[in-house]
């Protein structure tokens, strides 16, 4: 029989407490603790905020980490539960999935008690601390690959309230872009997973490429305008300037949107996130590099659209996604 998870203190303990929580061994490894930080003010929204549900997403471990340090100082109601580090083994492999099991966290929800350690984490989390928040901040950075600009992302969510409280709270953190992204993919996210609770989940797409300060003081300040917003800390919202800009953008990316190789190769990409193309326009270009000989393929725009991700310079596979295009969302 399979046993089950434990957090190591009461998360209703009035105040600060910081402890593990911890997730039972199986087959595959020992137990693992996650470091977990609880505080709980008066009466108020109840937070869960998350980094490291992919292992090489850094943004959010390292934000989550200094929220730790200025939250008790600052939060004024309420309780807040922080876990920087979900996927514990995938964060310390610098992994989008995990070393152990190989799979995606981000997948697996909500997990499976007598899984492999990715689920049993998943499980764990979805027992224990999910519902003990109304409200989950969980914080992805796109992965090393990508340049992106800091955003909230969302996917369509059926519940036509949900959807429109989601939407608000993503544009409360007054980031770049807020993104409502048809994916092809959603089950087992744990987004999904959260919205079949009647959670609100907010997706922080805390940017690409590699961690660098300016980037990570845009993230903790649209962290701390999401926290403003829910009436956690008291202040006033700062719109952070991100390449020379100020403006924030709600912006949708369909499934058509999504550019990709059509043959294998390295990328190159000719444009930068948030650059408004032309139909025709040239997003990259395809090197294959089997043969010389081969010509280089262009990757253009197939409408009018504003960039919203594309490929930093890497060997792709055919149908590899290289760029996502999106347009002003029409509410
Ligand atoms: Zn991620």
Not at 26 to 50: M, Q, W, Y
Not at 217 to 237: D, K, M, T
Not at 309 to 329: C, E, M, T, Y
Request: with cysteine.
């Amino acid at each position: 029989m399979s046993e089950t998870p434990y957090l190591t203190f009461d998360l209703d303990t009035p105040g600060m407490t910081t402890g593990y929580l911890v997730v039972p061994k199986g087959d595959d490894c020992e137990a693992i603790s996650l470091p977990v930080f609880s505080l709980n003010k008066a009466e108020g929204p109840r937070l869960l905020v998350t980094g490291g549900n992919h292992g090489n997403e850094l943004e959010g471990p390292i934000v989550a980490r200094r929220l730790v340090d200025w939250l008790p100082k600052a939060q004024t109601c309420g309780s807040v539960i922080i876990v920087p580090m979900l996927n514990l083994p995938a964060v310390q492999a610098w992994s989008q999935d995990s070393p152990i099991d190989g799979l995606n966290l981000n997948r697996v929800f909500p997990g499976r008690a007598d899984g492999s350690v990715t689920e049993r984490i998943a499980d764990a989390v979805s027992r224990l601390l999910l519902p003990m928040a109304d409200t989950v901040f969980d914080l992805h950075s796109f992965g090393p690959t990508w340049d992106f600009p800091p955003a909230v992302i969302t996917h369509p969510i059926a519940d036509a309230d949900l959807m429109a409280k989601t939407l608000q709270l993503a544009e409360a953190f007054k980031l770049p872009v807020t993104l409502l992204w048809e994916h092809p993919d959603t089950n087992g996210m744990f987004d999904t997973w959260a919205h079949s609770q009647g959670k609100v989940f907010i997706c922080a797409e805390f940017g690409g490429g590699t961690v660098s300060a300016e980037a990570l003081a845009i993230y903790e300040s649209g962290l701390r305008n999401g926290l403003i917003a829910l009436g956690l800390v008291e202040g006033r919202a700062e719109c952070p300037t991100f390449r020379q800009r100020k403006a924030s953008k709600t912006l949708e990316t369909l499934l058509s949107d999504e550019l990709k190789s059509p043959a294998r190769g390295i990328f190159e990409p000719r444009c930068s996130v948030l650059d408004e193309v032309k139909q025709g326009d040239l997003i990259g270009v395809v090197y294959p590099m089997d043969s010389l000989l081969a010509d280089a393929i262009d990757i253009r725009a197939p409408t009018t659209s504003i960039v919203c991700a594309v490929k930093s310079g890497i060997h792709v596979d055919v149908n590899q996604k290289v760029a996502f295009l999106a347009r002003p969302l029409i509410p």
